[in-house]
């Protein structure tokens, strides 16, 4: 059974930059996409960026050209860089896999104006 587990986050300035982790175990060749989410306090939860096993990318327009989704087959892992952080991507960052939907535990993203 997949199983994702997320790290990197933390507490960064206004303009700075952080790399989450996703790392997939377990059946991950059976994963097709892996997606990344965020939920702010008091907001629902939302689709930030995605990338397929064939390494076609997809990024909500507020992200689009600061964040970028890689993966790394060798490692089962898949990597969020976020550059040019605002206070306004301040959440919980969850990924997510496809079809399995399965979630990750979450890690928390603190951007400090």
């Known amino acids: 059974q997949v199983q994702l587990v997320e790290s990197g986050g933390g507490l960064v300035q206004a303009g700075g930059s952080l790399r989450l982790s996703c790392a997939a175990y377990?059946?991950?060749?059976?994963?097709?996409?892996i997606r990344w989410y965020r939920q702010a306090p008091g907001k629902e939860r939302e689709f930030v960026a995605a990338?397929?096993?064939?390494?076609?990318?997809a990024y909500v327009d507020s992200v689009k050209g600061r964040f970028t989704v890689s993966r790394d087959n060798a490692r089962n892992t898949i990597y969020l860089q976020m550059n040019r952080l605002t206070p306004e991507d301040t959440a919980v960052y969850y990924c997510?896999?496809?079809?399995?939907?399965?979630w990750g535990q979450g890690t928390q993203v603190t951007v400090s104006p």
């Open positions: 990338v397929t096993n064939g390494g076609s990318t």
């Open positions: 377990g059946g991950t060749r059976s994963i097709e996409i």
């Open positions: 997510n896999a496809f079809p399995q939907q399965r």
